[in-house]
């Protein structure tokens, strides 16, 4: 199942002396605050179990359902497996097997829709998982399901399997690009770098703190060393630490100004324990950037913005990022230029994806065909549910991508990058898919790659696959695509070069 669909596993139930319990996966790509959990509704063979008869048991608490959304201290870590317990009047037998239905709902504290205050909550990105299986309880202990490893792709990729010294600019990855495999638990964060230096896709290492610390946002010394060890032994450079703001952290309001600071500075601490160089930022709040920029200066961070679909660099949230930072003037501020805002085509893998949910042929057409008009975001998206509405199809069907195939995917100009070129500080190269001829079919890397090496970027190219958000676990090796996406953005930089 896709990052966002994931909570139930095929080793999922458990007897309890109480009833039963089931073991949770967090469906969603980063680690969350327990007070994100807005809801959990069960049914064990078509009878609804009452919320007063489960309990959420986590880190050694148990807590009841009425207690979690105080928890917003309580970090739900994306390899954290709780245990939903269920009392029943009978605790069900070792090997015995149940329809499960349960239904999580979950409120993404870092992507706000509309702010909020100190005293009132803010309105955020919900998501919406409903998952209906047919389990076996088991007493044994719950193990990760069989990993999908392919074998290096580097013998068929030729002179574009290595760098060279002329290449105009480096290559790494985000290992944000293995979510699916690290939360499903094929990966530790050993075993991770291991097959990133096995596989040759560094030397720039990125990551998502939020996703690959344990003790996000603060990092343990135990961690720092894990870091450094593997750093040293691998020969790998750290590129980019992802920064989110969780302003929703707390159910009840939003983080204040204080609060907002606090946890930035811890998170640029963090940072500069694991020795990055860059932090990519969340907001550009000038009274925030204010209090942040002589912490960045005293540690030494850049501090990027990202422009993400369906911004481009010429929107106007991102012009007034951009006059911001010029009131600034600081050689701190820049950006993190993320490829998914310059799009051409929807990726064939999302296609794919709302084709297994029940979409049709004409429905995907209509798909695309409203995605490649020109109106905000928000109403193409209203223009698609209300199409499916009109033919009697349920948006419900498509879960959270009714949403992200339009806020995912843009369709800027890739010649707007020029326009904030010295600026950029790093690049997130967004890639879904890679076709047998070794191209991405929905974003065109060669009209990319030609912008930033005639524009002189020297940063790093960090792969993003973000495949994981509609393919379903298994389906692909991400990093073994991220080697032949090296490989398609070697060979479209030495093209460029050769016509220089």
Not at 179 to 186: I, K, P, Q
Not at 254 to 261: K, R
């Amino acid at each position: 199942m896709a990052t966002q669909d994931t909570l139930l596993s095929e080793q999922s139930l458990f007897p309890h002396p109480d009833g039963a319990a089931l073991s949770l996966q967090l469906p969603w790509y980063r680690s969350v605050w327990l007070s994100s959990v807005t809801g959990l509704a069960l049914e064990i063979d078509g009878a609804a179990i009452d919320a007063s008869k489960l309990r959420l048991e986590h880190r050694g608490v148990s807590y009841r359902l009425d207690e979690i959304a105080e928890q917003s201290e309580v970090l739900w870590f994306l390899q954290d497996r709780p245990r939903l317990v269920v009392e029943l009047d009978e605790p069900i037998a070792d090997g015995s097997e149940h329809e499960v239905r349960l239904v999580a709902d979950l409120r993404l504290p870092y992507m706000q829709i509309k702010p909020g205050s100190e005293t009132e909550p803010g309105l955020y990105v919900p998501n919406h998982v409903d998952v209906t299986r047919a389990l076996v309880a088991s007493a044994a202990v719950e193990a990760a399901t069989t990993p999908y490893f392919e074998a290096s792709a580097a013998d068929a990729l030729g002179e574009f399997a290595e760098p060279r010294d002329s290449d105009p600019f480096k290559l790494g990855l985000t290992l944000y690009s293995a979510t699916a495999e690290f939360a499903a638990g094929w990966y530790d964060f050993d075993s991770l770098l291991a097959r990133v230096a096995d596989l040759g896709v560094g030397p720039g290492i990125e990551i998502v703190a939020s996703q690959m610390v344990p003790t996000y946002p603060h990092v343990s010394d135990e961690f720092v060393a894990k870091w450094r060890s593997a750093f040293d032994k691998y020969g790998f450079d750290a590129s980019s630490f992802g920064a989110n703001l969780d302003m929703g952290r707390n159910r009840s309001r939003d983080m204040s100004l204080d609060e907002e600071f606090e946890f930035t500075e811890t998170l640029l601490q963090s940072a500069k324990k694991l020795d990055f160089p860059l932090v990519r930022i969340q907001s550009a709040k000038p009274e925030l950037l204010r209090r942040i920029l002589p912490i960045a200066e005293r540690l030494n961070l850049k501090l990027g913005y990202e422009i993400h679909a369906p911004l481009g660099p010429n929107a106007e949230p991102i012009v007034k990022v951009r006059e911001v930072f010029e009131e600034f003037d600081s050689p701190l501020l820049g950006f993190v230029a993320d490829f998914s805002s310059t799009m051409h085509s929807m990726a064939p893998t999302l296609l794919r994806s709302v084709k297994k949910r029940g979409l049709d042929d004409a429905a995907v057409e209509k798909l695309q065909e409203i995605w490649r008009t020109d109106v905000p975001m928000r109403e193409r998206q209203q223009a698609f549910i209300a199409y499916l509405q009109g033919r009697g199809i349920n948006p419900g069907i498509l879960g959270s991508l009714a949403h992200l195939s339009f806020n995912m995917q843009g369709r800027v100009d890739v010649r707007e990058w020029s326009d904030i070129m010295p600026q950029i500080l790093h690049v997130h190269a967004k890639f879904y898919d890679i076709d047998e001829n070794g191209d991405e079919p929905a974003i065109d890397y060669r009209a990319i790659t030609e912008e930033f090496v005639r524009g002189g970027f020297s940063g790093y190219m960090s792969s993003e696959w973000e495949g994981h958000a509609f393919a379903d676990l298994g389906e692909v090796d991400p990093l073994v695509l991220v080697q032949r996406q090296h490989a398609l953005i070697r060979r479209s930089m030495r093209e460029v070069q050769a016509l220089a």
